[in-house]
């Protein structure tokens, strides 16, 4: 009796190499399940970030237009040019009553610039900035090659 109990114990540590492959093989279909997910996180981040910027660009270009009777960020005159450094001074600098409208102007989270482009035409984004400002519409938007250039 006690050599038939040795046949039916079955004891053992570990997993075979079969198993370990089977597992292997498993995981690797997770992972490449996954693998689109994560990419597409990343992406809708950007998105969010460049939406989140815009509004908050745009809502400093509205309460300055309103608070200075309707000129644009860093017009002298309406319907005035209005310099790249003109609108950062004036949407990013203190006004003469002491305002601040952005502490900083946000990056594009595309290309990673913060610099703003101005004038009455778009030449599309040849010259790479982070943002665009139409001095003529008051438009604002993001100004590199992606398809969110027209948010």
């Known amino acids: 009796m006690g050599g038939h109990d040795r046949i039916f114990k079955v004891s053992r540590k ?3 190499i079969p198993e ?3 597992i292997l093989i498993l995981l690797g279909m997770v992972t490449a399940m996954a693998m689109p997910r994560i990419s597409n996180a990343k992406s809708d981040i950007k998105m969010n970030d460049l939406m989140s910027n815009l509004q908050l660009v745009r809502s400093s270009i509205v309460l300055y237009k309103v608070e200075h009777d309707g000129l644009l960020p860093g017009q002298q005159i309406k319907g005035g ?3 790249e450094e003109d609108f950062l001074k004036a949407i990013g600098g203190s006004d003469s009553n002491g305002k601040r409208y ?3 102007m946000p990056r594009n989270p595309f290309n990673g610039l913060c610099s703003v482009r101005t004038g009455g ?3 599309g984004s040849a010259t790479g900035g ?4 139409n001095t003529k519409t008051g438009r604002f938007r993001a100004d590199d090659p992606g398809y969110h250039r027209a948010y």
């Open 20 to 22: 370990f492959f089977i």
């Open 14 to 16: 570990g997993i075979t």
């Open 81 to 83: 040019e209005v310099s």
């Open 102 to 104: 952005l502490d900083k």
């Open 121 to 123: 035409f778009d030449l």
């Open 130 to 133: 982070g943002w665009f400002f």
